[in-house]
Nanobody, 124 residues
C-alpha cells in the first residue's frame, strides 16, 4: 500500500499548481482521501478531502474558493488544484487515505495511509 504525491514546486504568488496523489496496492475510489499540509514550525492542518462516494468535498476555510479536489478513478489518482496561491500556502503537502470517516473529513486525525509529501513554495 503506497501513496505518492507529486506536482509540488516553486510558484509565484497568484500562480497555480496541481498536486497529484497516486495510489498503489489499493483503490482510492473506496477510500476517503484528504490533503493536508504542514508549514515549518506549525501543526499539520487539513486542506481538503473527498469521500469515497465523491459527495460533499470539504475544504478548510483557507482553501475554499481557491482549491479544488477531484478524483480520476481510472488512474487511481486524486488531485488538488490550487489557484491564486499565497505565500502562506507554502508547506509540505500530504495526501492521506482512510476507508471510512465520520464528521468533517478535513478535520479527521484518523487517516490510516499517508504519502511522503511534496513541497509547495509560493514566493516571488
Amino acid at each position: 500500500v503506497q501513496l505518492v504525491e507529486s506536482g509540488g514546486g516553486l510558484v509565484q504568488p497568484g500562480g497555480s499548481l496541481r498536486l497529484s496523489c497516486a495510489a498503489s496496492g489499493f483503490n482510492l475510489r473506496d477510500h476517503f482521501i484528504g490533503w493536508f499540509r504542514q508549514a515549518p514550525g506549525k501543526e499539520r492542518e487539513g486542506v481538503s478531502c473527498i469521500s469515497s462516494g465523491d459527495k460533499n468535498p470539504d475544504y478548510a476555510a483557507s482553501a475554499k474558493g481557491r482549491f479544488t479536489i477531484s478524483r480520476d478513478n481510472a488512474n487511481n489518482t486524486v488531485y488538488l488544484q490550487m489557484n491564486s496561491l499565497k505565500p502562506e500556502d507554502t508547506a509540505v503537502y500530504y495526501c492521506a487515505a482512510h476507508p471510512i470517516l465520520f464528521g468533517r473529513c478535513v478535520l479527521s486525525r484518523a487517516y490510516k495511509f499517508w504519502g511522503q509529501g511534496t513541497q509547495v513554495t509560493v514566493s516571488s
